[in-house]
Nanobody, 115 residues
Framework: QVQLVESGGGMVQPGGSLRLSCAASGRMSTISAMGWYRQAPGKQRDVVAR??????TYADSVKGRFTISRDNAKNTVYLQMNSMTPEDTAKYYC??????????WGQGTQVTVSS
């Protein structure tokens, strides 16, 4: 079992920045990748960024603005979000994927970009 707890969401003005954190615990040796997803009202949950031992990947909509990073000593994954727009408004979820493709999810944290 793996537990994920997100923090850092909130409200920010367009052009502003936020940093999300995801603290992971449990059997982390079974995890092959971690990532951030987001879901806006009435829309499907989409990947924002992922990180593995091989590197990072990003959705086209956030490339150049968002950065995913990982502190292995703290078992924590971060999502630095810069130059935010109202289109970034969504509930953000931390994800951990096992080697057998089973997904663990956090409870989500709301991010709202509004003036």
């Amino acid at each position: 079992q793996v537990q994920l707890v997100e923090s850092g969401g909130g409200m920010v003005q367009p052009g502003g920045s936020l940093r999300l954190s995801c603290a992971a615990s449990g059997r982390m040796s079974t995890i092959s990748a971690m990532g951030w997803y987001r879901q806006a009202p009435g829309k499907q949950r989409d990947v924002v960024a992922r990180i593995t031992t091989g590197g990072t990947t990003y959705a086209d909509s956030v490339k150049g603005r968002f950065t995913i990073s990982r502190d292995n000593a703290k078992n924590t994954v971060y999502l630095q979000m810069n130059s935010m727009t109202p289109e970034d408004t969504a509930k953000y979820y931390c994800n951990a994927k096992q080697w057998n493709s089973y997904d663990y999810w956090g409870q989500g944290t709301q991010v709202t970009v509004s003036s």
